[in-house]
Every structure is written in structure tokens, then in C-alpha cells.
């Protein structure tokens, strides 16, 4: 088959297959009588396999490298193209991000693009102190766009800057809550940590909603960061996950000064009461000493009670730590 027949059968260009001819990709085997350059089936067979690795990215000399090396791997290839193609596509995402932050913060004129992609760089530094010093002093009258300190809060690992982030997302009020909740949603555990953690910081009953909500996180350190949150804003929902902080000893001292707090509340008072001298009759020695110190945090008016009965349990250092603490209750 002559060349200009296989470029219309095949949509290779002419020109093409020169340039491959000269490459010495694809050399047609054939002559005809006049001389000219006939391609065999398996030359055409080969043209089909060049396109197809070029149309997985590979310049026209890995073509020849990998047709050319009889130990050439397919999955070598493909594992090669696979991690160049997931680089390519990070640097679009975050290209793609970095101009949605942009066009969010609505900046006026080009002055106020420049400010923003400014402040963009700067949290993107690799310098956890770079990233630090954008979030602490952005451009004058540039509002920090909120989505992308959500964002940033999630991905960042440097405790400092990470606490910088969460004032800056603090000082927004609500702004910025529906992502930190998809993050709470996270399968990444440092995620979901790094989510709760700022929706701490955040009033509102969107915050409250989400960090509610990881109160049934699988995660312990998730679970007692959302209990202190919610139940700091009042809310008794949290009562059980508390009461299991002070079992398991996971920031007791945290827990029990806030049930000591929600049983200022009349109404939620007895139910503390109750959940903690139920699990007395049952928890680990270690785990009763913490129960009698969170019912030192309770009103006086119900501790007082509770500790005397505890001052003659069977269990001797319960029972020295109770009469120490009622005594101490005024």
C-alpha cells in the first residue's frame, strides 16, 4: 500500500509518516516496481501501535526507545504515564484552585488580583513561616478569601500556622463552616482532626451542627475535641461522649470541668449525676479515681452527697480521694 493510501485509511498525515519514516519509527519494507516506498500489513500494523502511544503522551523518541527495547515493559510504561499524568493533573487542580479563590474574593481591578494571588502564594509556600506571615498580615483592604483558609486548614500539618489559619477563619464568623464540615466527613483521620479543631473556634449552629455530628466519629481524639466544643456551647447532647472521656482518661480533667459546667443547668444536673455513679459501680480502679474527681467538679449541693457515700468504699483510695474532696467543698 502506497503511502498516500495509508494516509487517507489511516488519518495519519502524509507528512507524518515521513517524519516516522526518517525517525526510523516506521520504514516501509516494500518497493513497488517504479520504486516507490510500500508499506506491508505489519508496517501499518506498526503505525497503528506508534499512534496509540503517542496518543498516551509519549513524545515520538520514548516511542522509539520503548518499540526498539525488546525488554520493554507495557506496565512500565503505563505506571510512568500514570504519575506523569497525576503531576500534570495537581498542578491544574491547584491552578484551578487558585483561581476560583481569586474570582471568590471578587477583587476590584487588577490591583486586587494581584494582592490575592499574592497572599495565594504565599500560603502555598513550602516555609511554614511564610505561610504564617500571609495568614497574620494580608494585603491592606484584600479580604481573605474564607474557602480557601478552609482549604488550607485542612491540608496544613505546621501547628503554628495551622493556629494562625484557625484565627483567621475565627475572625470570619460563620464563613468557611460547609467546608470544614465536608473535612469533618473526611476518610483521612488527620483531616477530620484538623476540621473539628477550627470548628471549635467558629459560634454558630452550623458549627455546632457539624461538630455534633462527630460526636459518633470512630476516631477518639475527633470524638473528644467535638464533646468539649459542644458541650462548652451548652448543649447536654454531648453528655454521654464526656462521661467516656473521663472513663477512658482521654482529656478528663477537660471533660469533667465541663459537665461541672452543664450541671449548673437544673435540668441536666441529675442526668450528669446519674451517668457518673453508674459508671463508678462498674469501671476499672483507675478509671473510679477520675469519676470521683469529675464529681468534685458538680454543684456542691449534689457532689457533697455522692462523695460522703464514696468515703466507704471498699475500694481504699477511692475512698481517701472522696473524703479529701468533700471536706474540700464549701
Not at 43 to 56: G, K, P, T
Not at 59 to 88: C, H, K, N, Y
Not at 121 to 131: D, F, Q, T, V
Not at 161 to 179: D, F, I, K
Request: hydrophobic content about 45%; some cysteine; aromatic content about 2%.
Amino acid at each position: 500500500m502506497l503511502i498516500g493510501e495509508v494516509a487517507r485509511r489511516s488519518g495519519v498525515s502524509s507528512r507524518m509518516l515521513r517524519h516516522y519514516d526518517a525517525l526510523g519509527l516506521v520504514r516501509p519494507t516494500g518497493r513497488t516496481v517504479g520504486g516507490y516506498r510500500e508499506y506491508s500489513d505489519e508496517d501499518i500494523r506498526r503505525i497503528f501501535h506508534v499512534e496509540s502511544l503517542r496518543s498516551l503522551g509519549l513524545s515520538l523518541r520514548q516511542i522509539g526507545r520503548a518499540m526498539a527495547d525488546p525488554a520493554f515493559e507495557p506496565s512500565d510504561l503505563v505506571g510512568d504515564l500514570i504519575r506523569r499524568t497525576e503531576e500534570r493533573l495537581k498542578r491544574e487542580q491547584e491552578l484551578l484552585d487558585r483561581l476560583r479563590a481569586v474570582d471568590a474574593s471578587a477583587p476590584f481591578g487588577w490591583e486586587g488580583v494581584l494582592r490575592i494571588v499574592e497572599l495565594l502564594r504565599g500560603l502555598n509556600s513550602p516555609h511554614a513561616a511564610r505561610r504564617q506571615q500571609a495568614v497574620l498580615a494580608p494585603a491592606e483592604d484584600v479580604p481573605m478569601p474564607t474557602e480557601l483558609l478552609a482549604g488550607a486548614v485542612l491540608a496544613e500539618t505546621d501547628p503554628n500556622v495551622a493556629g494562625a489559619l484557625r484565627w483567621a477563619l475565627a475572625r470570619a464568623g460563620g464563613e468557611g463552616v460547609a467546608s470544614l464540615a465536608s473535612g469533618a466527613r473526611s476518610e483521612d483521620v488527620d483531616v477530620r482532626r484538623r476540621a473539628v479543631h477550627a470548628l471549635a473556634g467558629i459560634p454558630g449552629d452550623e458549627a455546632t451542627a457539624a461538630l455534633t455530628e462527630a460526636l459518633g466519629d470512630p476516631d477518639p481524639a475527633v470524638r473528644a475535641r467535638a464533646a468539649l466544643a459542644v458541650g462548652s456551647r451548652g448543649r447536654t447532647v454531648a453528655v454521654p461522649a464526656l462521661v467516656r472521656m473521663v472513663v477512658e482518661g482521654t482529656t478528663d480533667v477537660e471533660a469533667a470541668e465541663v459537665l461541672g459546667a452543664l450541671a449548673r443547668d437544673a435540668g441536666c444536673a441529675d442526668r450528669i449525676m446519674n451517668e457518673l455513679t453508674g459508671e463508678l459501680a462498674t469501671a476499672e480502679p483507675a478509671a473510679r479515681i477520675r469519676l470521683t474527681q469529675a464529681l468534685a467538679e458538680m454543684p456542691p449541693a449534689l457532689a457533697r452527697g455522692a462523695l460522703r457515700n464514696l468515703a466507704e468504699d471498699d475500694d481504699h483510695a477511692v475512698a481517701r480521694l472522696a473524703s479529701a474532696l468533700a471536706g474540700a467543698l464549701i
